[in-house]
């Protein structure tokens, strides 16, 4: 026996939450044995997500079947807010025959739980090559972050007033131009989504800068070259206060971020870094 749909009349019911968004710009259109349903949810925040159930009538909406099962598409959990969705309706596995004035009821259910997503990232930059950051985004989310490098504990003399303590006296250095820091730093810190897939990052925490001058040392007898050597510059290093300013982007999988840091107010650092979101 064939299968038909008869169309004496087709209106589609629009949705109108308590949270203020509407599932609007409804049209359908046949396709083989399927229906394809097209909508949109407006004015809905950011940041929700919700759970998409149609139903349908065929008596002017005094009976609903449904929520209908064979369906595909932006329907179901997990939608999120904007245009152009779609719903695939395969008819004939659901109903013998489709016709009378046939109501379409699109509900959409704000799920209690806003989506939260877990994120790790690689991050670093020029100084400290090694960060890593993780924590979890929602509206209001956490973050635990740390930079470092491998230049620990370099130096053979400490530099201060531009002279070295407790120099040999049989020997002289020339300070040159070529430096290497010492560097780390561990903040914790929150996530504040402002934007869809936008998060801004505010975190507090320790750290810890190390300035190493590399000098040339040389004996005063035949200005003999000795060897090279590193002198921590007391004036430039110092430890306390980290503070950090950054702003990720989520999509799908993949995050990305950017900032700075602070270190007691007295220098920025700038960094960014690539990571999973899961």
């Not at 203020?20 to 950011?46: C, G, H, L, P, W």
């Not at 090694?130 to 230049?151: C, D, M, P, R």
């Not at 300013?245 to 971020?257: D, N």
């Amino acid at each position: 026996m064939k299968k038909y749909i008869f169309f004496l009349g087709i209106f589609i019911l629009l949705f109108q939450s308590s949270f203020s968004q509407t599932i609007e710009n409804i049209r359908y259109q046949r396709e083989e044995n399927k229906m394809k349903i097209s909508y949109s949810i407006k004015d809905a925040k950011f940041y929700q997500i919700f759970n998409i159930s149609i139903y349908v009538s065929m008596d002017n909406g005094e009976n609903f079947i449904g929520p209908l099962s064979f369906v595909s598409g932006d329907v179901g959990e997990n939608i999120t807010a904007g245009k152009n969705k779609s719903i695939y309706w395969d008819v004939f596995k659901e109903l013998d025959v489709l016709k009378g004035e046939v109501i379409f009821d699109i509900r959409a259910k704000v799920k209690k739980d806003i989506a939260k997503k877990y994120f790790v990232i690689y991050q670093g930059n020029n100084i400290t090559p090694y960060g890593l950051k993780v924590g979890h985004v929602s509206i209001v989310g956490w973050y635990v972050s740390a930079f470092a490098n491998t230049n620990f504990n370099l130096y053979d003399y400490e530099f201060e007033k531009n002279m070295i303590k407790e120099y040999p006296v049989d020997q002289y250095y020339i300070v040159t131009d070529d430096k290497k820091y010492s560097r780390y730093s561990i903040t914790v810190g929150m996530n504040y989504q402002f934007l869809k897939n936008l998060y801004l990052n505010l975190g507090a925490g320790y750290g810890y800068k190390e300035l190493n001058q590399i000098i040339n040392e040389y004996l005063y007898d035949n200005n003999t070259y000795l060897k090279q050597s590193y002198a921590k510059n007391v004036s430039e290093s110092y430890s306390g206060l980290e503070l950090e300013l950054g702003i990720m982007y989520s999509w799908r999988y993949i995050v990305l971020s950017g900032g700075v840091n602070s270190l007691n107010f007295k220098r920025l650092d700038w960094n960014i870094g690539v990571g999973y979101c899961f």
